[in-house]
C-alpha cells in the first residue's frame, strides 16, 4: 500500500442550508477556494478518482479495513508525490 502526498483543489464547499445567504457570500465560496495539502495510504484509485485514508487496519473477520480519509476528483489535483 502506498502513502501519497497530493495538493488538490476542494471543491466540497456547499451552499448553507440553515440560514440564508446573500449572491455575494455564495460567489465568495467560489472565489476563496482552498488549496489543500493531504497525505494518506492509497487504498484505491480508478482513471477519475483516488481514495486516501489515514488509517489501515487488518481484522481477522474482514480482512484490509480502512478509518477516515477523502476521495478526491483527479481533476482537482495539482500536485502528487510517493512519500
Known sequence: MRREYI??????????S????????????VEHNKEVETIGYNI??????????????????DGEVAR?????YKKCIIERKLI
Open 18 to 29: 440553515d440560514v440564508w445567504q446573500t449572491p455575494d457570500e455564495i460567489k465568495n465560496l
Open 68 to 72: 477516515g480519509g477523502y476521495l478526491i
Open 44 to 61: 484505491y484509485e480508478d482513471s477519475d478518482w483516488i481514495c486516501l485514508v489515514q488509517s489501515v487496519h487488518y481484522d481477522e473477520f
Open 7 to 16: 495538493k488538490w483543489t476542494d471543491s466540497g464547499y456547499s451552499i448553507r
